[in-house]
């Protein structure tokens, strides 16, 4: 059974960083292809960051600039660089992997809070 762990989750003041990691376990295959998605209660879901098989990288437009996508397939695992970072930034952030086997992003974390806050 796959799982997706997130970690690095916290407080942090305004114009602070933080760093997000996601390790999936419980597979015999590597996953490169990923996404960070993020949920502020009452509002939908949120596409933050993806990265795809290739290595390319996309960037919902608030963030460009501030957050940086990256993975290391080998560890199945993907991060998020985040940087001056605002209070519009707090969420449960949530990982999401593309199953190779299906091609779709069959797999979720179960997030982790950011609190961006003084």
């Known amino acids: 059974q796959v799982q997706l762990v997130e970690t690095g989750g916290g407080l942090v003041q305004p114009g602070g960083s933080l760093r997000l990691s996601c390790a999936a376990s419980?597979?015999?295959?590597?996953?490169?292809?990923m996404a960070w998605y993020r949920q502020v209660p009452g509002k939908e879901r949120e596409l933050v960051a993806g990265i795809t098989t290739g290595g390319t990288t996309d960037y919902v437009d608030s963030v460009k600039g501030r957050f940086t996508i990256s993975r290391d397939c080998a560890k199945n695992t993907v991060y998020l660089q985040m940087n001056t970072m605002q209070p519009e930034d707090t969420a449960v952030y949530s990982c999401n992997a593309r199953n190779p086997i299906t091609g779709r992003y069959d797999f979720w974390g179960q997030g982790t809070q950011v609190t961006v806050s003084s």
């Open positions: 419980g597979i015999g295959f590597s996953i490169c292809a």
